[in-house]
């Protein structure tokens, strides 16, 4: 009996979407069917880039993803930065470059993203079927069968596009691994990265909520540091964001999750090093002999910053009060009268600080997952399973993560365009 479908793809965010338009624009003439468990489509792509969906980066490279570069450039190399921007011009999206290299639509709505992709399905008679949440794939001899809620379809290729677990509530509960895994795949170990981090209740960053500046964030895991990276930092009410914490936050995140000694400590002078920050700070007692550590942190650092880290210093112990002085070390005295270790104690704070992070903030705010499918488990050229011919695997299912910036769309938009168009044109 022939199957009821040509093509299944399951789970129509970027990356399903992406497979769909492109085995369908390959032949026009197949039957693709997009399976979702969501009842109205695109939640992630709508919530993207802070509700304008930062599509692509006008800079993409293997170093900007974690895993094996080399599968992951032949599979960037497939599908670039600009075949995206040509893609979305073609669907009368124009695309706009930031200065950090972050590409967003011209009208600032992730809305015309999704309406685009929606419209190009319509357009190409992609059969879009929502509120069908898969729950489990069958292979017989000649086609695939696939449980769904709403009874069995088959299908003689099926494209998985499930997501990994990052906002669950959009759909993507890490529930096509399940079915990945019956299938004979392997998932590796799977965490929230481009996750915020939640700090010790009473540590100091409550009183700096809202403040944002530049800083670099150093993982150390047994005592090897094994991430370092500079960019701007968010206080907030929880603990740490912006794009810095998110990038560094999938390294913390796996020491801890293996239960190693991990710790995140941050230099508020991120292109000093110790010696120069302590340098800095002895020229500058020469110079202005009644300059107060207070004064000059604030010439650096955000007033609020600064006032906050000389509280943190007086309470912690690292400035001695003086008895004229309240509770205020760091406004009343001044950097000539600070000892060398203390002066080389505060360097220690301004350079290292160690923060007390607890944990991540969780699958709910984290944007993508860090695990998956290990990429030697498919053929890069056309992204079909080695395990089960006919079934092929795309975007965050994948054990590939990429950095802040539009890198995770655009493994999206290139694997789905891989195993779209090989399908499209093997049948
Ligand atoms: C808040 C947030 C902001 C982000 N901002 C950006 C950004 O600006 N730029 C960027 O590059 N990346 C961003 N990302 C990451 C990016 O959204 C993802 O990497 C990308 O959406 C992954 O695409 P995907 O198609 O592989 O998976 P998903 O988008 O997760 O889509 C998977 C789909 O599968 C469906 N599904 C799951 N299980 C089943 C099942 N059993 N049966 C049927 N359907 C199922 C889900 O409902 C969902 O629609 C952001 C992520 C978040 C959470």
């Given amino acids: 009996m022939p199957a009821d479908i040509q093509i299944a793809i399951v789970g129509a965010g970027a990356a399903g979407l992406a497979a769909a338009i492109f085995a369908s624009e390959a032949r026009p003439d197949l039957h693709v069917v997009l399976f979702d468990s969501a009842r109205s489509l695109g939640a992630k792509i709508l919530v993207s880039g802070g509700g304008r969906c930062n599509v692509t980066n006008v800079d993409v490279a293997s170093k900007d993803f974690h895993a094996p570069s080399r599968i992951v450039s032949r599979i960037l190399q497939r599908f670039t930065e600009r075949d995206t921007v040509q893609w979305f011009e073609s669907m009368g999206v124009s695309l706009k470059q930031e200065s950090t290299g972050k590409m967003f639509p011209v009208s600032n709505k992730a809305r015309t993203v999704l309406q685009a992709l929606l419209h190009r399905c319509e357009k190409l008679g992609v059969e879009i079927r929502t509120h069908h949440r898969i729950q489990g794939v069958r292979k017989t001899h000649n086609h695939f069968a696939l449980q769904t809620d709403k009874g069995i379809f088959t299908a003689q290729h099926i494209i998985m596009a499930t997501g990994g677990r990052s906002l669950p509530k959009s759909g993507s509960d890490g529930s096509g691994w399940n079915i990945m895994h019956h299938l004979g795949h392997t998932i590796t170990e799977c965490d929230p990265a481009l996750v915020p981090l939640v700090l010790s209740e009473g540590f100091f960053h409550q009183d700096l909520s809202g403040t944002s500046h530049e800083a670099t964030l150093t993982t150390t895991?047994?005592?090897?540091?094994?991430?370092?990276?500079?960019?701007?930092?968010?206080?907030?009410?929880?603990?740490?964001?912006?794009?810095?914490?998110?990038?560094?936050?999938?390294?913390?995140?796996?020491?801890?999750?293996?239960?190693?000694?991990?710790?995140?400590?941050?230099?508020?002078?991120?292109?000093?090093?110790?010696?120069?920050?302590?340098?800095?700070?002895?020229?500058?007692?020469?110079?202005?002999?009644?300059?107060?550590?207070?004064?000059?942190?604030?010439?650096?650092?955000?007033?609020?910053?600064?006032?906050?880290?000389?509280?943190?210093?007086?309470?912690?112990?690292?400035?001695?009060?003086?008895?004229?002085?309240?509770?205020?070390?760091?406004?009343?005295?001044?950097?000539?009268?600070?000892?060398?270790?203390?002066?080389?104690?505060?360097?220690?704070?301004?350079?290292?600080?160690?923060?007390?992070?607890?944990?991540?903030?969780?699958?709910?705010?984290?944007?993508?997952?860090?695990?998956?499918?290990?990429?030697?488990?498919?053929?890069?050229?056309?992204?079909?399973?080695?395990?089960?011919?006919?079934?092929?695997?795309?975007?965050?299912?994948?054990?590939?993560?990429?950095?802040?910036?539009?890198?995770?769309?655009?493994?999206?938009?290139?694997?789905?365009?891989?195993?779209?168009?090989?399908?499209?044109?093997g049948l």
């Fill in 221 to 425: 895991i047994d005592g090897k540091v094994t991430d370092r990276r500079t960019g701007s930092l968010l206080w907030t009410h929880f603990g740490i964001s912006g794009p810095v914490t998110m990038d560094a936050s999938r390294f913390w995140v796996k020491g801890h999750t293996q239960g190693a000694d991990t710790t995140l400590s941050m230099s508020f002078f991120p292109t000093q090093s110790f010696e120069e920050v302590d340098r800095w700070l002895v020229h500058e007692a020469a110079h202005d002999r009644q300059t107060s550590l207070m004064a000059l942190l604030s010439k650096h650092l955000p007033h609020r910053v600064a006032k906050t880290l000389c509280a943190y210093l007086t309470m912690n112990g690292t400035l001695p009060v003086p008895p004229h002085a309240a509770n205020n070390a760091c406004s009343a005295v001044s950097l000539r009268q600070l000892s060398r270790t203390t002066r080389r104690r505060v360097t220690h704070v301004l350079t290292g600080l160690c923060l007390p992070v607890e944990r991540a903030r969780g699958w709910n705010f984290a944007e993508v997952t860090a695990g998956g499918i290990p990429l030697h488990e498919v053929n890069v050229n056309s992204m079909e399973s080695r395990k089960v011919p006919g079934l092929y695997v795309v975007g965050e299912m994948l054990d590939c993560d990429g950095r802040i910036g539009g890198f995770n769309f655009q493994w999206a938009w290139a694997t789905g365009y891989i195993a779209g168009s090989k399908v499209g044109r």
